[in-house]
């Protein structure tokens, strides 16, 4: 039961009756699990407020969906970032100024290209026979006159020198025999080299792009 009051004096509880949520219903006090579920404070004075998105509270459950496809997002990017692979070097003027080139068994192209070259023989178990990599634009403008009469190009057939991607050292000419291996031509695909005239230029891959 509660003291009796005095003039001036607040009512309280007895000791036995602190903590009881009845006793202290009646004095207006909230008992203690429903105090502790009400935010506290900071000691600068602003309100706690829940994480929120845009301006919409999140509830547990949401903050952690959002963490792990945030995560996700992050480790795929990582993955990705890293598979992404080193790319060709493309000078201003590569008929003066041509970029960093490796030459083995008579095959002469940029080191990345010449990585994938080497990858799809690996593939295909065995040496893939070709007529051309490297060429400077002097040998380029020699090609084009023997392949249609114009040292300059031909569209479709033969690149203007110095924007042929035999310029790069990133592009082949397969022979006919190496062209008309199935094995050849999927392994050359699957280790990133293109053929974008099997048409009109049949035999022609380049590394980085169809080009």
């Known amino acids: 039961m509660f003291d009796a009051p005095t003039l001036g004096r607040e009512p309280t509880l007895r000791d036995s009756e602190r903590g009881n949520p009845r006793s202290m219903a009646k004095l207006g006090a909230q008992p203690r699990s429903v105090c502790h579920r009400i935010a506290r404070l900071p000691q600068d004075g602003h309100r706690y407020q829940a994480p929120s998105l845009f301006g919409m509270k999140l509830s547990r459950r949401s903050r952690w969906i959002l963490g792990a496809a945030s995560v996700c997002v992050l480790v795929l ?13 493309i000078p201003d003027r590569p008929c003066a100024d041509p970029p960093p080139l490796r030459t083995h068994d008579g095959v002469t192209l940029q080191p990345v290209a010449m990585r994938a070259f080497h990858k799809a023989e690996r593939t295909a178990h065995t040496t893939i026979a070709i007529s051309a990599s490297f060429r400077s634009c002097a040998q380029q403008a020699i090609a084009c006159r023997n392949i249609c009469g114009n040292p300059q190009g031909c569209p479709g057939r033969c690149a203007t020198p110095g924007s042929s991607w035999h310029q790069l050292g ?33 035999g022609h891959f380049s590394y980085g792009g169809c080009h």
């Open 170 to 202: 990133a592009a082949v000419d397969l022979t006919q025999g190496s062209l008309d291996n199935a094995t050849i031509v999927s392994a050359m695909k699957s280790a990133g080299w293109c053929e974008p005239l099997p048409s009109s230029d049949p």
């Open 77 to 89: 990017g990582g993955v990705a970032f890293l598979n992404r692979g080193p790319s060709i070097v």
